[in-house]
């Protein structure tokens, strides 16, 4: 049965994550959440002090790395790290761990065998330009800044963390210059993705937009 591909790209804070899980939930389809990934490589490297270790022994460590994912749950091994890979220290450095050449090579071979088994929804920022640039369907999610940080602190909230709404909108100008301009699968919009911006829209709205293309795809 052929397999069929959903890639879902934008900067931090568009609504990424949480469209791709209904979506996925709603076509039956794998859910994957390549952000969690990275994330969890530098959950592990900030763990194990690993920032400034070189590629080729970095290299070695990724190997071993088991990243799983269950649900709404993220693994790095045995453990649910689903609200510790969300920390403050973790969304300081996962821009920088992600750019990493040796990183981004290991996540992206794991990111296509996800694909080869069965359908998938799959977000990131380079989802539809690197790893799946034959999806059969692309989605470009973007919003306000101010937007994407009113969300960003909503989602500090529940872990415990209360930076201003003034330092998270500076954080997200600075990732979004650094994703956009970094020389490793930088993020952008593949010349044949939708474009949606979230910004004025409840999860339902922008569900019903993207409906309007998914017929298009036989389960």
């Known amino acids: 049965m052929k397999k069929y591909i959903i890639a879902i790209d934008g900067p931090a804070g568009s609504g990424k994550s949480t469209i791709a899980k209904f979506l996925a939930n709603?076509?039956?389809f794998l859910y994957i959440d390549s952000g969690a990934?990275?994330?969890a490589v530098t959950l592990y490297m900030l763990e194990?002090?690993?920032l400034k270790l070189v590629d080729k022994k970095l290299k070695k460590h990724l190997q071993k790395i088991k990243i799983g994912f269950d649900n709404k749950l993220v693994y790095l091994g045995n453990e649910d790290v689903t609200d510790k890979i969300r920390s403050s220290q973790v969304n300081k450095y996962v821009s920088e761990v992600s750019a990493?050449?040796?990183v981004r090579k290991e996540m992206v071979k794991r990111q296509k065998e996800f694909g080869k088994h069965e359908s998938i929804v799959m977000d990131g920022r380079d989802i539809g330009t690197q790893v799946f640039?034959?999806?059969n369907l692309k989605i470009y999610l973007t919003a306000s800044v101010e937007e994407r940080a009113r969300r960003r602190k909503k989602d500090m909230k529940k872990l415990g963390e209360d930076d201003s709404l003034s330092e998270l909108i500076r954080?997200?100008?600075?990732?979004d210059a650094y994703d956009s301009t970094r020389k490793i699968s930088p993020l952008a919009?593949?010349?044949d993705a939708i474009v949606l911006d979230s910004t004025e829209l409840s999860i339902r709205d922008v569900l019903k937009k993207i409906g309007l293309f998914v017929p298009y795809i036989k389960r």
């Open 26 to 28: 709603e076509l039956g």
């Open 189 to 191: 919009k593949a010349q």
């Open 100 to 102: 990493r050449k040796v």
């Open 48 to 50: 194990r002090r690993l």
């Open 133 to 135: 640039p034959h999806a």
């Open 37 to 39: 990934m990275y994330r």
């Open 171 to 175: 954080q997200i100008y600075a990732r």
